[in-house]
């Protein structure tokens, strides 16, 4: 599917540069099987909007940002039940919990200018407008609405660092664009700690503003031009709380102003009444104006919104083309949107000259690689980046040295844990960096320094003050008592210790494999074998009381989760897990009360991130993303086969509402992929793939060594939902997982399904995946 789009894209592309028509009427491109709104309601949050692969810029329509308190739902800036739209921003996440961004937030308007957003319930109260979902476009790279309110077509797209609009006016009104830098996604009274706006002598606009988010002190900046003259300006402060201002510059009136500064500005760019249409492009940068008008200047060249447009679909189709895909269409279409989804971050965070800024707030500079930020590590180890190491390798070696970089420049020199543009936020818990990496290195990618790379990893896991490590160093686990949610953090510092026992053993450093392997088994200083549950731990050594299985919160013992949902996050340690649990019996039957469980979704209204309920199982989450393949570590693989089905029917679908919880920077999204394809990486930092079932009839994945290799299904459809044989190049595959050498030496994985189970396939120990215990 992808190579014929991506011939019939570079057609395009190729007419466009030869002079295709640079207006609104030009020849559309064969978009990819892309739905962008797919997520975009309900708890999904991502956002329907253009960018490119990995890009800097995500260019999106927000539809409200309304007080933090209030904001979960709109963590995209986009809600798609929202009747308005108050602007267009340049950045934004894709399917976080938490939220932040909404950069350089531009309106156009046709008519009355009005400087407040206004009321989306009271039309004409400010400059939001009202939409109609008819007149939306969203394709892989390009975005397009109807402002009803203006008369106006809005039409977005992107390159790496450059958003490019394009807006067409009704004629008899006057035409003008506003940009409004005090609103923010995830927003609250005093976050803009400083902004400045200026008009340049050339008619370049430029901006920066700091921001009180997230990431504390985060500044972003930005160089703005148009296709038409300016006939004028009115820059505006609109802080209405302060007690002094200094002493008043030239000018009186707004007009009369090149340049603003303060917290609450506002710019309105008059172009008079057009008989074409506006082009705007927006170069950003986190470390100065200056490099905001380099990357302008670079990556902004010319006014030819259609080849842009074109080059954005091209840049999509050489990300998607690894895999190929058969099947119906709505079934390419929500393969393809996950992909897609999967392929936004990290995203690009570096200006053309190579400066980027640091977790330490100074400006650095990347030295032959590209640096990349938004982190979301706590979701995105488990299954996002190991896609990204199978489909683009060369991009997962700069990952990397991404993260060596920024823990070069953390001021506690440790690997990022949940970082944008550069900074860190210390959201989430334990430090899965080292997982990223050693999972990196352990499945042959290369272009880093190795010695290096281990030596952030050991920084990172024995700085004492993060997490509590002090006392899970000295006691072995992490006291609840010191640190909140210390069961669920000492499971997840015991799996990281043991990715970096796995990167010291390769790397030949056996005293520091050691330290780390006896540490990776400290999960069983919170495993209580009296009530059959993970437990936090008091410093006293006892377990805190009271005790009860279903409780969740935010600090409480657990992370986003309750004791039936983090007693399985032993990933390094499968064996062990099932026999302190008593065996594959008592095993499997615990894991089919989790999923069978009659449960109140009420219980978890107090923790959003919770959704996607399935008995106990939470796949709106990520520390349940791992559960269903562990039955293939019991002996009983075809009752994964089965979970799985129950999962991908009903966490997953078409249209706005169609992912079940976030998308986490495209973790839920991977999830889909690794499963459509009939494997998983359970335990990242191996060279082991669980397997489940495929999801698709035939899939192929084209691998950076130049071999493919495919998954085969037959027959495909629901009457045949499990498992009979598998056979790897012919010969009959008797375990229930897949090496990382299978994949890379290229091949055919063929499924045999059947209606009924195989009971028998996959029940030897020898069948079953590794793990640090021996299986009993």
Same mark, same amino acid.
């Given at each position: 599917?992808?190579?014929?789009? !991506?011939?019939?894209?570079?057609?395009?592309? $190729?007419?466009?540069?030869?002079?295709?028509?640079?207006?609104?009427?030009?020849?559309?491109?064969?978009?990819?099987?892309?739905?962008?709104?797919?997520?975009?309601?309900?708890?999904?949050?991502?956002?329907?909007?253009?960018?490119?692969?990995?890009?800097?810029?995500?260019?999106?329509?927000?539809?409200?940002?309304?007080?933090?308190?209030?904001?979960?739902?709109?963590?995209?800036?986009?809600?798609?039940? @929202?009747?308005?739209?108050?602007?267009?921003?340049?950045?934004?996440?894709?399917?976080?919990?938490?939220?932040?961004?909404?950069?350089? #937030?531009?309106?156009?308007?046709?008519?009355?200018?009005?400087? @407040?957003?206004?009321?989306?319930?009271?039309?004409?109260?400010?400059?939001?407008?009202?939409?109609?979902?008819?007149?939306?476009?969203?394709?892989?790279?390009?975005?397009?609405?109807?402002?009803?309110?203006?008369?106006?077509?809005?039409?977005?797209?992107?390159?790496?660092?450059?958003?490019?609009?394009?807006?067409?006016?009704?004629?008899?009104?006057?035409?003008? *664009?506003?940009?409004? *830098?005090?609103?923010?996604?995830?927003?609250?009274?005093?976050?803009?700690?400083?902004?400045?706006?200026?008009?340049?002598?050339?008619?370049?606009?430029?901006?920066?503003?700091?921001?009180?988010?997230?990431?504390?002190?985060?500044? !972003?900046?930005?160089?703005?031009?148009?296709?038409?003259?300016?006939?004028?300006?009115?820059?505006?402060?609109? =802080?209405?709380? $302060?007690?002094?201002?200094?002493?008043?510059?030239?000018?009186?009136?707004?007009?009369?102003?090149?340049?603003?500064?303060?917290?609450?500005?506002?710019?309105?760019?008059?172009?008079?009444?057009?008989?074409?249409?506006?082009?705007?492009?927006?170069?950003?940068?986190?470390?100065?104006?200056?490099?905001?008008?380099?990357?302008?200047?670079?990556?902004?060249?010319?006014?030819?919104?259609?080849?842009?447009?074109?080059?954005?679909?091209?840049?999509?189709?050489?990300?998607?083309?690894?895999?190929?895909?058969?099947?119906?269409?709505?079934?390419?279409?929500?393969?393809?949107?996950?992909?897609?989804?999967?392929?936004?971050?990290?995203?690009?965070?570096?200006?053309?000259?190579?400066?980027?800024?640091?977790? @330490?707030?100074?400006?650095?500079?990347?030295?032959?690689?590209?640096?990349?930020?938004?982190?979301?590590?706590?979701?995105?180890?488990?299954?996002?980046?190991? #896609?990204?190491?199978?489909?683009?390798?060369?991009?997962?070696?700069?990952?990397?040295?991404?993260?060596?970089?920024?823990?070069?420049?953390?001021?506690?020199?440790?690997?990022?844990?949940?970082?944008?543009?550069? *900074?860190?936020?210390?959201?989430?818990?334990?430090?899965?960096?080292?997982?990223?990496?050693?999972?990196?290195?352990?499945?042959?990618?290369?272009?880093?320094?190795?010695?290096?790379?281990?030596?952030?990893? $050991?920084?990172?896991?024995?700085?004492?003050?993060?997490?509590?490590?002090?006392?899970?160093?000295?006691?072995?686990?992490?006291?609840?008592?010191?640190?909140?949610?210390?069961?669920?953090?000492?499971?997840?510092?015991?799996?990281?210790?043991?990715?970096?026992?796995?990167?010291?053993?390769?790397?030949?450093?056996?005293?520091?494999?050691?330290?780390?392997?006896?540490?990776?088994?400290?999960?069983?200083?919170?495993?209580?074998?009296?009530?059959?549950?993970?437990?936090?731990? !008091?410093?006293?050594?006892?377990?805190?009381?009271?005790? @009860?299985?279903?409780?969740?919160?935010?600090? /409480?013992?657990?992370?986003?989760?309750?004791?039936?949902?983090?007693?399985?996050?032993?990933?390094?340690?499968?064996?062990?897990?099932?026999?302190?649990?008593?065996?594959?019996?008592?095993?499997?039957?615990?894991?089919?009360?989790?999923? /069978?469980?009659?449960?109140?979704?009420?219980?978890?209204?107090?923790? =959003?991130?919770?959704?996607?309920?399935?008995?106990?199982?939470?796949?709106?989450?990520?520390?349940?993303?791992?559960?269903?393949?562990?039955?293939?570590?019991?002996?009983?693989?075809?009752?994964?086969?089965?979970?799985?089905?129950?999962?991908?029917?009903?966490?997953?679908?078409?249209?706005?509402?169609?992912?079940?919880?976030?998308?986490?920077?495209?973790?839920?999204?991977?999830?889909?992929?690794?499963?459509?394809?009939?494997?998983?990486?359970?335990?990242?930092?191996?060279?082991?793939?669980?397997?489940?079932?495929?999801?698709?009839?035939?899939?192929?994945?084209?691998?950076?060594?130049?071999?493919?290799?495919?998954?085969?299904?037959?027959?495909?459809?629901?009457?045949?939902?499990?498992?009979?044989?598998?056979?790897?190049?012919?010969?009959? #595959?008797?375990?229930?997982?897949?090496?990382?050498?299978?994949? !890379?030496?290229?091949?055919?994985?063929?499924?045999?399904?059947?209606?009924?189970?195989?009971?028998?396939?996959?029940?030897?120990?020898?069948?079953?995946?590794?793990?640090?215990?021996?299986?009993?």
């Amino acid at each position: 599917m992808n190579h014929r789009l !991506l011939r019939s894209c570079l057609a395009l592309f $190729v007419a466009a540069a030869l002079g295709a028509a640079n207006t609104a009427q030009a020849a559309q491109p064969h978009a990819p099987e892309v739905d962008p709104r797919i997520g975009t309601g309900g708890d999904g949050h991502v956002f329907p909007g253009a960018t490119v692969p990995f890009g800097m810029v995500q260019l999106s329509p927000d539809t409200a940002m309304p007080d933090f308190k209030h904001a979960y739902k709109w963590a995209a800036g986009y809600q798609y039940n @929202d009747p308005t739209i108050m602007g267009f921003s340049h950045t934004h996440f894709s399917g976080s919990g938490h939220s932040d961004l909404g950069d350089v #937030l531009v309106m156009p308007i046709a008519g009355e200018v009005k400087l @407040d957003p206004g009321d989306e319930k009271v039309p004409g109260s400010g400059y939001r407008s009202r939409f109609d979902h008819a007149t939306e476009v969203e394709q892989a790279g390009y975005y397009a609405v109807t402002l009803a309110d203006y008369g106006v077509r809005a039409e977005l797209t992107a390159n790496r660092r450059v958003g490019w609009h394009r807006y067409s006016f009704p004629a008899g009104k006057p035409a003008h *664009l506003l940009i409004d *830098l005090r609103p923010s996604i995830y927003d609250y009274p005093g976050k803009v700690l400083w902004s400045n706006l200026e008009v340049r002598a050339d008619g370049t606009v430029t901006g920066c503003r700091t921001t009180r988010g997230w990431a504390p002190g985060r500044e !972003l900046c930005f160089a703005m031009r148009f296709n038409q003259p300016l006939r004028s300006r009115e820059l505006y402060s609109r =802080e209405t709380d $302060v007690v002094y201002k200094g002493f008043k510059g030239p000018g009186y009136q707004p007009q009369d102003q090149n340049a603003q500064k303060g917290r609450a500005l506002v710019g309105v760019f008059d172009f008079g009444e057009l008989s074409q249409p506006l082009l705007v492009k927006v170069a950003i940068s986190s470390v100065s104006e200056a490099n905001a008008i380099a990357n302008l200047d670079q990556d902004g060249k010319g006014w030819n919104f259609d080849a842009q447009r074109h080059a954005a679909l091209e840049a999509w189709n050489r990300a998607l083309a690894p895999i190929d895909v058969d099947g119906p269409k709505a079934l390419r279409t929500q393969f393809y949107t996950a992909l897609y989804h999967a392929l936004m971050s990290p995203s690009l965070s570096m200006d053309v000259n190579g400066e980027y800024r640091g977790p @330490d707030y100074q400006v650095h500079r990347a030295d032959g690689f590209d640096f990349y930020s938004s982190w979301s590590v706590w979701d995105v180890y488990r299954a996002q980046q190991p #896609l990204l190491m199978l489909m683009h390798p060369a991009r997962s070696s700069e990952f990397v040295r991404s993260l060596l970089a920024a823990q070069q420049s953390s001021p506690f020199g440790m690997l990022p844990v949940w970082s944008y543009q550069g *900074l860190e936020t210390w959201c989430m818990t334990g430090y899965h960096s080292v997982a990223i990496i050693a999972d990196a290195y352990l499945k042959g990618i290369r272009g880093f320094d190795a010695d290096q790379a281990l030596k952030a990893m $050991v920084s990172t896991a024995t700085y004492g003050d993060y997490g509590d490590l002090a006392d899970y160093m000295k006691l072995g686990y992490v006291p609840i008592d010191k640190e909140v949610e210390g069961g669920s953090k000492t499971q997840e510092y015991a799996y990281d210790d043991w990715a970096i026992a796995q990167m010291a053993k390769a790397l030949g450093k056996h005293d520091v494999y050691d330290t780390f392997e006896k540490r990776a088994g400290y999960w069983r200083n919170v495993w209580d074998p009296k009530t059959g549950f993970m437990r936090a731990r !008091l410093s006293n050594g006892q377990f805190r009381e009271p005790f @009860d299985p279903t409780s969740a919160g935010y600090g /409480d013992d657990y992370t986003e989760a309750n004791a039936w949902q983090y007693s399985w996050y032993v990933p390094q340690d499968v064996a062990g897990l099932i026999t302190a649990m008593g065996g594959d019996a008592a095993f499997v039957h615990k894991l089919d009360e989790l999923f /069978d469980a009659k449960v109140d979704p009420s219980i978890f209204k107090n923790v =959003e991130d919770i959704t996607g309920l399935i008995g106990w199982y939470a796949h709106g989450n990520e520390p349940s993303h791992h559960i269903a393949y562990l039955y293939d570590y019991a002996g009983a693989p075809w009752k994964t086969q089965e979970r799985l089905k129950q999962i991908m029917d009903n966490e997953y679908g078409p249209g706005p509402a169609g992912l079940i919880g976030n998308d986490d920077l495209g973790q839920m999204s991977a999830w889909y992929i690794f499963t459509a394809l009939g494997f998983y990486p359970v335990t990242p930092a191996s060279d082991e793939y669980a397997i489940g079932r495929p999801f698709v009839p035939r899939a192929a994945i084209h691998l950076g060594n130049g071999r493919t290799f495919t998954v085969t299904a037959t027959p495909f459809d629901n009457a045949h939902p499990y498992v009979g044989e598998i056979t790897l190049n012919g010969k009959p #595959l008797d375990r229930v997982y897949l090496k990382h050498a299978d994949i !890379l030496a290229g091949g055919e994985l063929h499924f045999t399904m059947q209606a009924t189970p195989n009971k028998h396939w996959g029940q030897a120990i020898s069948a079953r995946p590794t793990a640090m215990s021996p299986y009993r």
